[in-house]
């Protein structure tokens, strides 16, 4: 079975601080990983792709471990408009081939 | 700025009604998909469909039907709507299958 597992949160951190949170997968035939931010009653939108040998985009920077089987996200010098929920993506090819995790809810606080 | 269109965004209806979410993008897209989302939970894919005339069903059961007759189109239909459909409905395309663009999504209640 195709499972991506999040910790749901809700992380509460200070406006300013780092923050990096985990999503784990189980199959380990996945090639491609995403993370998604979707806003409270909004539609998902991609924030950045995960490839192996890590990514950076500003103050977001995405890792992939394929040994111990889990991608992270780090958010530097978090700002406000950082609260979302991060959904976590695995794709592995194919029109279905795409199983989004439950999300992880960020709540920063001023 | 949105490239993919659903329509009503809201709607409230009543019991045994039949009721068509309509989705266009402007892409040219061949994949899309339909899923639905109850509010802090998460996203259950119910159909998808690789191009025109083919569709599937997804991995959460779902009463709804689609149909794609034109690349652009993927409406969804539930004959007779039931308060247990009460959901957002969240329609996405993609060129490659991995990278999605959603809809800003239909958000129905059935009173």
């Known amino acids: 079975r195709k499972e991506v597992e999040q910790d749901p949160g809700p992380f509460n951190v200070p406006e300013g601080a780092t923050v990096a949170f985990n999503c784990t997968y189980s199959?380990?035939?996945?090639?491609?990983f995403f993370w998604y931010r979707q806003d409270c009653r909004k539609e998902p939108k991609l924030l950045m792709s995960v490839y192996s040998s890590g990514n950076e985009d500003g103050r977001f920077t995405a890792q992939l471990n394929r040994a111990s089987q889990y991608i992270s996200l780090l958010i530097r010098d978090s700002k406000l408009s950082d609260s979302a929920t991060y959904l976590c993506?695995?794709?592995?090819?194919?029109?279905?081939?795409?199983?989004f995790g439950k999300g992880t809810h960020l709540i920063i606080q001023p | 700025e949105a490239d993919i269109y659903q329509t009503p965004r809201y709607l409230v209806i009543g019991t045994g009604k039949k009721i068509t979410l309509e989705c266009s993008q402007t892409m040219g897209h061949d994949k899309m998909y339909w899923y639905q989302q109850d509010p802090g939970m998460e996203l259950h894919l119910i159909h998808y469909?690789?191009?025109?005339?083919?569709?599937e069903k997804g991995d959460l059961s779902s009463e709804s039907t689609v149909s794609r007759i034109r690349t652009e189109h993927f409406p969804l239909t539930l004959e007779s709507a039931r308060p247990s459909h009460t959901s957002q409905y969240l329609c996405a395309s993609s060129y490659s299958g991995q990278v999605l663009t959603f809809g800003a999504g239909s958000r129905l209640t059935v009173l």
């Open positions: 993506v695995q794709a592995w090819g194919g029109a279905d081939g795409l199983t």
């Open positions: 469909s690789y191009g025109v005339n083919s569709t």
């Open positions: 199959n380990s035939a996945s090639q491609s």
